[in-house]
């Protein structure tokens, strides 16, 4: 069973954006529509690069995959039409349909167009829209780092 869904899996990366994926382990449960990496988990996607402790990909009835959630000690790379980013957060949450990341719990970005450094507790990347929306909370507020030539 789990080598159909790593099939399905590798059939989708071949008609879609090509997806690598490497980790060391991988558990599929197709009747629940889930695949689980573990350990050392690195997905590249076009210019998009991110590692995490754990990857879980869940799939709807035509076994497309609908989201992907990083977690554990994530870092990524994330390049949209407008922006570049780099930085890390204790999850990441992509969703196919939307082409969008939502990064969460201490989440550190750095867009390195601008060599501005952003930090909160939410932060959504839209790759259509170019759009970032960042949140904070009462305790620990947003943070917006730039320099200013004068």
Known sequence: MKIIVLLHLLALFLFA???IVTADHFEAYE???VSILTGHVHIRKNRDDIKADKLVIDFNTA???IRYTLSGHV??????SKQHFVGS????VYDPARKRYIATGNVR???MAGDRLLEGEKIVIDRVS?????TGTKNRPVKFIFSVQE
Request: charge should be positive; proline fraction near 4%.
């Open 17 to 19: 954006d090509k997806i």
């Open 31 to 33: 009747n629940k529509k």
């Open 63 to 65: 076994n497309k995959p």
């Open 75 to 80: 870092t990524f790379d994330i390049t949209t």
């Open 89 to 92: 957060a204790r999850e990441i």
């Open 109 to 111: 970005i750095k867009e």
């Open 130 to 134: 170019g759009k970032s929306i960042i």
